[in-house]
């Protein structure tokens, strides 16, 4: 570790515990819960369903609206198959980098809020900073709707979000929403040489695959120029399996992926226009054969993002950028916003590095977080 004070030593504390997403994030609460009990800040703990995990928030300041909060998530995803050449639940720094899983996503910017409590405690706060740490957010952002719910009805409503996801500093104003989808075909097993008796869910989903390629390449086409980078929705299949032999029909075949829309795009019309196009092949292959069944089941759906100009005039005014950044990535964003709360996404560390082997964050880059929270300090003092 180059240096053992501030948000380096925060965020080695953080980093050293392994919060993958499958696994119980409580030792981590417990962390802050401890850390910030010891500053005399009550915290509260928003656990599932099955109790292994929570999201945690608390309110620095006087007790009134208007507030701001630093959102973040705890969880990390997987390290598994990456080639690390350091510890990932180490904070190991090198040539000004600090490597370890969720450097950049996001723990750096759990510990620049952590680490500027005091100071927090020691201004003239008018108007508190909250602190919205959640859990799963890396498997489609599903903590952050209860732990959102917790913090409305626990105090004055706050006037600003920030979600310190990983963009550099820059001031990001809009997001692509997404539909995550797991696809079953179930057809009928023949021996091959009949196959015009059986009906091949591997074919099937391949030609549905396909399908939905062309949707993608038609709306792209019909798609006025923006600042989204593709600048038009996403289909994207990462996952499938299916079949049993060279010589049989497949009688199941799942796949899995995501469409990302635009933000003024609402993702159920992307789920309602492929799940009519898979009844349409659901009815043929019937046809052939009636045990012939398609389903698309949602893993999660995201609505996307249109910063408010409230959360989006704080965020420029705190860190000078009055660029135009938006991000094809999931984030809280759009959970806090369609809370009714103005939201913008603003943070250390570059998305390129995040979910990477050898994941890192500047030193630079956690030393601007950290003078970012600094000058909210300062902003709320007035
Ligand atoms: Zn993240």
């Not at 240096?3 to 994030?25: K, Q």
């Not at 910017?109 to 957010?137: G, I, N, Q």
């Not at 964003?333 to 890192?360: K, M, N, Y």
């Amino acid at each position: 570790m180059p240096s053992a004070r501030g948000p380096e030593a925060m965020l080695a504390r953080l980093v050293a515990f392994p919060t993958v997403s499958t696994e119980s994030n409580l030792d981590l609460v417990a962390f802050v819960e401890a850390h910030l009990a010891g500053l005399g800040v009550a915290t509260t703990r928003v656990p599932d369903a099955t109790g292994e995990k929570a999201g945690i928030f608390a309110r620095v300041g006087p007790d009134v609206p208007g507030g701001v909060v630093l959102s973040g998530h705890t969880d990390v995803v997987p390290v598994t198959g990456q080639a690390w050449s350091t510890d990932p639940f180490e904070l190991t720094g090198r040539d000004g980098r600090l490597h370890g899983r969720g450097t950049c996503d996001m723990k750096g910017f759990l510990a620049c809020a952590l680490e500027a409590v005091p100071e927090m405690l020691a201004a003239d706060l008018k108007r508190p900073v909250w602190l919205a740490f959640s859990r799963d957010e890396e498997i489609g952002c599903i903590g952050a709707p209860p732990l959102i719910e917790a913090m409305l009805a626990a105090g004055p409503r706050p006037g600003a979000v920030i979600v310190g996801e990983p963009s550099e500093m820059r001031v990001v104003t809009g997001q692509k929403g997404s539909w995550g989808f797991r696809a079953r075909f179930t057809g009928h097993e023949v021996h091959s040489s009949l196959m015009h008796t059986g009906v091949s869910a591997v074919m099937e989903s391949a030609g549905m695959i396909d399908a939905m390629a062309a949707m993608m390449r038609e709306s792209a086409a019909a798609t006025d120029p923006n600042h989204f980078e593709p600048p038009h929705a996403t289909v994207h299949v990462g996952l499938i399996s299916g079949g049993t032999a060279n010589n049989i029909t497949a009688r199941e075949c799942i796949f899995s992926g995501e469409v990302r829309t635009l933000p003024w795009d609402d993702p159920a019309t992307w789920r309602e226009r492929i799940e009519a196009e898979a009844a349409r092949r659901e009815a043929a292959a019937r046809a052939v054969h009636p045990a012939a069944t398609f389903r698309f089941e949602t893993r999660m759906e995201l609505p996307g993002f249109i910063a408010d100009p409230a959360a989006e005039t704080l965020a420029r005014a705190l860190t000078g950028d009055n660029g135009q950044t938006v991000v094809s990535y999931q984030t809280e964003a759009g959970h806090f916003q369609a809370a009714g709360l103005p939201t913008v996404i603003c943070g250390p560390g570059s998305i390129a590095q995040a979910h990477q082997p050898d994941e890192f964050i500047s030193v630079d880059q956690l030393a601007e977080g950290a003078a970012f929270v600094r000058r909210l300090i300062r902003h709320l003092e007035h």
